[in-house]
């Protein structure tokens, strides 16, 4: 879908974002969009590291029940 955007589309685009956030703001959303890009990507890591240690969890828990019955 991407891959059929043409120079004046993605030029067009620009001169939108200009007009909605003037060139002042720019580098603000820019920045704003920067930090939530790598709070999204700490976020999807450390999740990953959660469910694969709690997996692990998961199974000591039930075999602490089975040898407690």
């Known amino acids: 879908m991407l ?6 589309q993605i030029a067009l ?9 003037g060139v002042g703001k720019l580098p603000q ?3 704003g969009m ?3 890009i ?9 999740k990953g590291k ?3 240690s709690d997996t692990g969890d998961k199974d000591d828990d039930k075999d602490d029940d ?3 019955s």
């Open 3 to 8: 891959q059929n955007f043409g120079i004046w």
């Open 13 to 21: 685009i620009l001169v939108i974002v200009l007009l909605l956030f």
């Open 29 to 31: 959303v820019g920045k």
């Open 34 to 36: 920067g930090q939530a």
């Open 38 to 46: 790598n709070e999204f990507k700490s976020a999807v890591d450390t």
């Open 50 to 52: 959660k469910s694969d």
């Open 66 to 68: 089975a040898k407690s």
